[in-house]
Structure formats: structure tokens, C-alpha cells
């Protein structure tokens, strides 16, 4: 299994991105997928979730401004982010889980994106 995170950028504060992970040797519609991210010195935390079936778990630091999605024809999963803040310069981390619905565990990483939000 491969996950391949891009659209990481250096962004104003406001300003949008959009990421994508591109997922490979997995049956991509048969699992719940996540963002995650990880600022220096900080562990590792959940940005959002997605299960098979639409299921939709958001951070509260990201409601209202971030949402994600993903298309399993192309095996794809996104994460559109807008009214980006400084404190949200982190590295990006796209998770294949190991089931298809919540509550379940990340069981795949990609390598992560780098997001860098100035001021």
C-alpha cells in the first residue's frame, strides 16, 4: 500500500490549498481515510475523517473551514482548506484505516505535505 500526499505550499494567512492523497494497492472505497497533521514539537493530531460511507469526523479547530472529500473512482482522497491560520503550519499526514466505518485506527501513512501558513 502506498499513499502519496501533494499540494502542500507556503500560504498567507486566509489564503486556501487543497490537498490530495493518491492512494495505490488498496481497495480505496472499502476504507475509512484521514488527514492528520504535525506542527514541531507537537504530537501528531486528527485533522478529519471520512468512512466508506460518508461518515464525516472534523477537529474543531477546522470546522467551517476545512472540509474533506474524496473520489473513489480515482482512489483520491482531498482536503480543501480555507481561511488558513499560522497555527495551522504543520506537516500533513494522509491515513488509510483499517476499517471501513469509525471508530477505527490508522493503519497506513503517507509521507506527508508540507503546509506553511505565514502571517
Known amino acids: 500500500v502506498q499513499l502519496v500526499e501533494s499540494g502542500g505550499d507556503l500560504v498567507r494567512s486566509g489564503g486556501s490549498l487543497r490537498l490530495s492523497c493518491a492512494t495505490y494497492?488498496?481497495?480505496?472505497?472499502?476504507?475509512?481515510m484521514g488527514w492528520y497533521r504535525q506542527a514541531p514539537g507537537k504530537e501528531r493530531e486528527l485533522v478529519a475523517s471520512?468512512?466508506?460511507?460518508?461518515?464525516?469526523n472534523l477537529a474543531d479547530f477546522v470546522k467551517g473551514r476545512f472540509t474533506i472529500s474524496r473520489d473513489n473512482s480515482k482512489r483520491t482522497l482531498y482536503l480543501q482548506m480555507n481561511s488558513l491560520k499560522p497555527e495551522d503550519t504543520a506537516i500533513y499526514y494522509c491515513?488509510?484505516?483499517?476499517?471501513?466505518?469509525?471508530?477505527?485506527?490508522?493503519?497506513?501513512w503517507g509521507q506527508g505535505t508540507q503546509v506553511t501558513v505565514s502571517s
Open positions: 491515513a488509510a484505516h483499517r476499517d471501513p466505518e469509525f471508530p477505527t485506527m490508522p493503519r497506513w
Open positions: 494497492g488498496m481497495v480505496f472505497s472499502m476504507n475509512a
Open positions: 471520512l468512512s466508506s460511507s460518508g461518515n464525516i
